[in-house]
């Protein structure tokens, strides 16, 4: 017979006790800021001293914060809805929280990928904006960053919240490939896929390893910035309820 008494627990039954990831999380955090700021610093000093581009000059340097702002903005939908499932699935008691707390960080990503996007366009192609499918499939992916806030906060009972916000982030998860192979499938005044290809990267290693490093930066940041708001919200929920405890307290 298994005693089940001796078993250990799984990393993943590990992380759904809130304290033990308010404890594994803290020391993390700083490493995660070190990476981050090492890699930002390495990548971003590599690519805005790199030669400028033979067709786009100097312009192209925008790049290496542009490209890195896009590919999070759905990388971080992307983990959204993963956590999602966990809502669902397997009602993991942080899942919602890691959804709440990534939303906001996506929308900044989204809004600072737009607005590079633009300034790189205006010198480009003449204008700052056209409804064309990559610019208007992002600017959705605005809009859903937008309203899945605004959703976790209007709805005060925690468990349909959850709910919701996990049932549109499935359903949003749909616009990430239509974002990703937009500039196969239409016409559009975006250049196509330069990196992910399945001939490989068709970019000089002088602009493609800033670029990845820089990408590689961001998504580090990311994910240091998703925990520390993660340990906000873990507490801010136990500060709710030891108050509504002693709401109750004082009532009876």
């Known amino acids: 017979m298994t005693d089940l008494s001796a078993a250990k627990p799984s990393r993943f039954a590990i992380?759904?006790?809130?304290?033990?990831?308010?404890?594994?999380?803290?020391?993390?955090?700083?490493?995660?800021?070190?990476?981050?700021?090492?890699?930002?610093?390495?990548?971003?000093?590599?690519?805005?001293?790199?030669?400028?581009?033979?067709?786009?000059?100097?312009?192209?340097?925008?790049?290496?914060?542009?490209?890195?702002?896009?590919?999070?903005?759905?990388?971080?939908?992307?983990?959204?809805?993963?956590?999602?499932?966990?809502?669902?699935?397997?009602?993991?008691?942080?899942?919602?929280?890691?959804?709440?707390?990534?939303?906001?960080?996506?929308?900044?990503?989204?809004?600072?990928?737009?607005?590079?996007?633009?300034?790189?366009?205006?010198?480009?192609?003449?204008?700052?904006?056209?409804?064309?499918?990559?610019?208007?499939?992002?600017?959705?992916?605005?809009?859903?960053?937008?309203?899945?806030?605004?959703?976790?906060r209007a709805l005060d009972d925690p468990g349909k919240s959850a709910r919701a916000a996990a049932i549109l982030v499935l359903v949003g998860f749909v616009n990430i490939p239509i974002i990703k192979f937009s500039v196969d499938w239409w016409n559009t005044l975006h250049q196509s896929a330069s990196v992910i290809r399945a001939d490989g990267p068709a970019m000089p290693a002088v602009f493609l390893t800033p670029l990845l490093v820089s990408a590689l930066g961001f998504t580090l940041l990311f994910f240091a910035l998703h925990l520390t708001a993660m340990r906000s919200e873990v507490l801010r929920r136990r500060v709710a309820a030891l108050s509504r405890l002693a709401a109750r307290r004082a009532d009876g």
């Not at 192209?60 to 809805?81: K, R």
């Not at 699935?89 to 899942?95: I, T």
């Not at 890691?98 to 192609?125: C, D, E, Q």
């Not at 208007?136 to 992916?141: E, I, K, P, Q, R």
């Open 15 to 152: 992380l759904a006790n809130p304290t033990r990831f308010l404890d594994l999380s803290g020391r993390l955090q700083p490493w995660l800021y070190a990476a981050a700021l090492s890699a930002l610093v390495v990548g971003l000093t590599l690519g805005f001293t790199a030669p400028p581009d033979y067709q786009q000059g100097a312009t192209v340097q925008i790049m290496f914060i542009h490209v890195p702002f896009a590919w999070l903005s759905m990388m971080v939908w992307t983990v959204m809805s993963l956590s999602a499932l966990g809502t669902l699935v397997w009602r993991h008691p942080l899942a919602d929280v890691a959804v709440k707390a990534a939303a906001p960080i996506g929308a900044v990503f989204t809004a600072l990928a737009l607005i590079t996007g633009s300034i790189w366009g205006r010198p480009m192609w003449g204008t700052w904006w056209v409804w064309d499918a990559r610019l208007t499939s992002v600017f959705v992916l605005f809009l859903m960053y937008l309203g899945l806030i605004a959703l976790t």
